[in-house]
Antibody, heavy 124, light 107 residues
Framework: QVQLQESGPGLVKPSQTLSLTCAVS??????????WSWIRQRPGKGLEWIGF???????YYSSSLKSRVSINLDTSKNHFSLKLTSVTAADTAMYYC????????????????WGQGTLVTVSS | SSEVTQDPAVSVALGQTVRITCQGD??????ASWYQQKPGQAPSLVIY???NRPSGIPDRFTGSSSGNTAFLTITGAQTEDEADYYC??????????FGGGTKVTVL
């Protein structure tokens, strides 16, 4: 059973880069079963997809964030990471990592499992 | 791109049935998935694909769709079903999109 755990600084200054890591246990990040994803939730708001990366290394990003986002895999450590540059207070959110399963035949996609989330506050 | 929209809130009497809707242009082409989120917790998957439940999800949760609308139905709602529910699909550009969430209150 795959489990995910986010880690990283809980406080980032405006204009700096937010960096988070998601450790994957119970399975290999290279197994091709998931798109490894980042999703965030601003306080009191809904879910926002940030992007994902497939095991072969190709990443896809939200149109609204793509100029500031990068997601990478580290197969040696079995984890993947998120970097978000030039942060502002609007980037204050709970950040979740998740594995997105898929069925190529009909395009079905779903997010499961999820990490517990990590709260990142952007403030000076 | 397109959005998926949900009603902000619904209420249901204990033991009764409630249906949560999700509307979006691409829902006629792609199945939605549905997530339950309780306060202070990460979202958890309840329905994906045509009507698939992950292990451990009670069969009172069912998924269906008609045209550009997807539905999550809770038949015989329990107090533990009180939560926010989000639908998920993709837009025409391949972006993954979530609905704004529906708060379900069990009376």
């Amino acid at each position: 059973q795959v489990q995910l755990q986010e880690s990283g600084p809980g406080l980032v200054k405006p204009s700096q880069t937010l960096s988070l890591t998601c450790a994957v246990s119970g399975g290999s990040i290279s197994n091709g079963h998931y798109y490894w994803s980042w999703i965030r939730q601003r306080p009191g708001k809904g879910l926002e997809w940030i992007g994902f990366i497939f095991s072969r290394g190709r990443a896809y990003y939200s149109s609204s964030l793509k100029s500031r986002v990068s997601i990478n895999l580290d197969t040696s450590k079995n984890h993947f990471s998120l970097k978000l540059t030039s942060v502002t207070a609007a980037d204050t959110a709970m950040y979740y990592c998740a594995g997105m399963g898929f069925i190529p035949a009909d395009g079905t996609m779903w997010f499961d499992p999820w990490g517990q989330g990590t709260l990142v506050t952007v403030s000076s | 791109s397109s959005e998926v929209t949900q009603d902000p809130a619904v209420s249901v009497a204990l033991g009764q049935t409630v249906r949560i809707t999700c509307q979006g242009d691409t829902l006629g082409k792609y199945y939605a998935s549905w997530y339950q989120q309780k306060p202070g917790q990460a979202p958890s998957l309840v329905i994906y694909g045509e009507n698939n439940r992950p292990s451990g999800i009670p069969d009172r949760f069912t998924g269906s769709s008609s045209g550009n609308t997807a539905f999550l139905t809770i038949t015989g709602a329990q107090t533990e079903d009180e939560a926010d529910y989000y639908c998920h699909s993709r837009d025409s550009n391949g972006n993954q999109v979530f609905g704004g969430g529906t708060k379900v209150t069990v009376l």
